[in-house]
């Protein structure tokens, strides 16, 4: 079954008020929720944090820093706000070493993306083949759990070619994040192998079913990816 990871996040960034936000979708029977390193302080993420893990669900931290010090501080305030998944970053050795340090209960799955990834927004670049060995390299490194594969964020790469391919490549989970905006992406990332995916911009400019309200639109997310899911499996 693959995953629906709510992102708390608009323009690759945090939303205002994200607390209220977690409020409103507390009963759509969301198990992943996350959001970016970049709008919000660490205190606001802290309590966030802890208030998803109250309802029950998962935590994950994207970083989107574009260069190696951010990142790793980045990395650091993903420890000290308590998340339970770490995604994005390009520099994962330094990553490994520096989570390395981190205490056992407060080291977070650490899920970097492959291949080259530029700018904010991010983009993903590189042949496929690339992306793939870069996959196969990163997960090989202890203290890496998977992947955050931008996997519609590639200017040329067949979608479902590409997902496959680090799917194929990766010792561990592989969530394609950014710019998913419907069930057909959805179904193309699930019949690949996708683990999950990442939803955030669409669902707050109301582009998903179920609308206007947030919750609505998660709801029914979750509902195409139960369906979807279901497809996969039964094929």
């Not at 608009?10 to 009963?27: A, F, G």
């Not at 670049?125 to 890496?144: F, H, K, N, Q, Y």
Request: hydrophobic share 45%; glycine share 10%; net charge negative.
């Amino acid at each position: 079954m693959i995953e629906f990871v709510f992102m708390l996040t608009r323009d690759d960034q945090t939303v205002n008020r994200p607390l209220k936000v977690l409020k409103e979708i507390s009963e759509c029977g969301l198990t992943y929720v996350g959001f970016k390193d970049i709008g919000a302080e660490v205190p606001e993420l802290t309590r966030v944090c802890a208030a998803a893990h109250d309802y029950g669900m998962q935590v994950m931290l994207e970083v989107v820093s574009t260069s190696r010090e951010d990142e790793l501080h980045s990395i650091a305030a993903a420890c000290e706000i308590g998340v339970d998944w770490l995604l994005g970053g390009t520099h994962p050795a330094d990553g490994v070493a520096l989570l390395a340090d981190a205490p056992a209960d407060r080291r977070p799955r650490y899920c970097p993306f492959p291949g080259t990834v530029v700018g904010h927004p991010s983009v993903l670049l590189g042949e496929i083949s690339e992306i793939a060995a870069s996959a196969r390299d990163i997960t090989a490194m202890p203290g890496v759990h998977g992947l955050d594969l931008l996997a519609y964020r590639h200017p040329t790469a067949d979608v479902a070619e590409l997902t496959r391919a680090v799917v194929r490549a990766a010792a561990g989970p592989v969530i394609a994040a950014g710019s998913v905006t419907g069930a057909d992406q959805i179904r193309v990332l699930a019949q690949a192998g996708a683990w999950g995916f990442t939803i955030g911009s669409a669902i707050f400019e109301g582009k998903l079913p179920g609308g206007p309200s947030v919750a609505g639109q998660v709801s029914a997310v979750l509902a195409a990816t139960a369906r979807i899911s279901g497809e996969v499996t039964d094929a």
